[in-house]
């Protein structure tokens, strides 16, 4: 048979006729099932399978102009999706096709809390919470205070030292960003942070001494 997909993951083909069979269209249900349109097509037309018209008005059980009733009373995609058993992607494609403008993420999300479906608990209250730290690609922790995240080497300078300079960084002595004790942290003209003409030297040095003095610490042990 023409057309014949490659190798690739397995379809599952008794449940890729079932969902075409419930009004998705091929590309629906390729999106569901994690495969592209021209491999739904083969299989269905392998076991005999009536193509459909791509014709809204020929689909069958889930109309688009009934999703689209569904968003306008102030469900989301990702509520009318799991509603109906398809993707949320299926969803915008549809109010797509009958010209319906959907909302912004702000505004979902103030539609969802005057019906009382977000999850507005903060802090440790919030399903998501981590333990209020957190850390960036750089290396760089972050601690919640007082419901924001900040950076913690530099809370915990200005907490000791006050309001830090305008123009000014919090330099990690040793290099490790990680390492946010008050004597690992120092202020400096953001201009002066040359890792080639100040830091590196500073940073070889100071782990030279903190592995002399750790050293020393275990022979007293």
Same mark, same amino acid.
């Given at each position: 048979?023409?057309?014949?997909?490659?190798?690739?993951?397995?379809? =599952?083909?008794?449940?890729?006729?079932?969902? %075409?069979?419930?009004?998705?269209?091929?590309?629906?249900?390729?999106?569901?099932?994690?495969?592209?349109?021209?491999?739904?097509? %083969?299989?269905?037309?392998?076991?005999?399978?009536?193509?459909?018209?791509?014709?809204?008005?020929?689909?069958?059980?889930?109309?688009?102009? =009934?999703?689209?009733?569904?968003?306008?009373?102030?469900?989301?995609?990702?509520?009318?999706?799991?509603?109906?058993?398809?993707?949320?992607?299926?969803?915008?494609?549809?109010?797509?096709?009958?010209?319906?403008?959907?909302?912004?993420?702000?505004?979902?999300?103030?539609?969802?809390?005057?019906?009382?479906?977000?999850?507005?608990?903060?802090?440790?209250?919030?399903?998501?919470?981590?333990?209020?730290?957190?850390? =960036?690609?750089?290396?760089?922790?972050?601690?919640?205070?007082?419901?924001?995240?900040?950076?913690?080497?530099?809370?915990?300078?200005?907490?000791?030292?006050?309001?830090?300079?305008?123009?000014?960084?919090?330099?990690?002595?040793?290099?490790?960003?990680? =390492?946010?004790?008050?004597?690992?942290?120092?202020?400096?003209?953001?201009?002066?942070?040359?890792?080639?003409?100040?830091?590196?030297?500073?940073?070889?040095?100071?782990?030279?001494?903190?592995?002399?003095?750790?050293?020393?610490?275990?022979?007293?042990?």
């Amino acid at each position: 048979m023409k057309g014949k997909p490659t190798v690739g993951t397995p379809v =599952d083909v008794p449940k890729c006729i079932e969902l %075409y069979n419930s009004g998705l269209s091929m590309s629906e249900t390729g999106r569901m099932m994690g495969h592209c349109h021209g491999v739904i097509a %083969y299989h269905l037309k392998r076991n005999n399978i009536p193509i459909r018209s791509q014709r809204i008005s020929q689909r069958k059980r889930i109309e688009s102009e =009934d999703i689209a009733v569904m968003y306008k009373t102030g469900m989301s995609a990702v509520e009318i999706a799991k509603e109906l058993g398809i993707t949320y992607q299926c969803v915008y494609d549809r109010l797509a096709e009958v010209g319906v403008k959907t909302r912004s993420r702000q505004d979902q999300i103030k539609m969802m809390v005057s019906r009382g479906t977000y999850n507005i608990y903060k802090g440790s209250k919030n399903k998501l919470w981590r333990g209020g730290c957190t850390v =960036d690609k750089n290396g760089y922790r972050s601690i919640s205070i007082a419901g924001i995240y900040i950076l913690e080497h530099r809370y915990v300078w200005e907490q000791v030292n006050g309001a830090l300079p305008e123009g000014y960084i919090v330099h990690h002595l040793n290099g490790i960003k990680g =390492d946010n004790r008050i004597e690992n942290l120092a202020a400096m003209p953001r201009k002066n942070h040359s890792p080639k003409l100040i830091t590196e030297p500073y940073k070889k040095r100071i782990r030279e001494l903190e592995a002399e003095l750790n050293k020393k610490l275990k022979k007293r042990v």
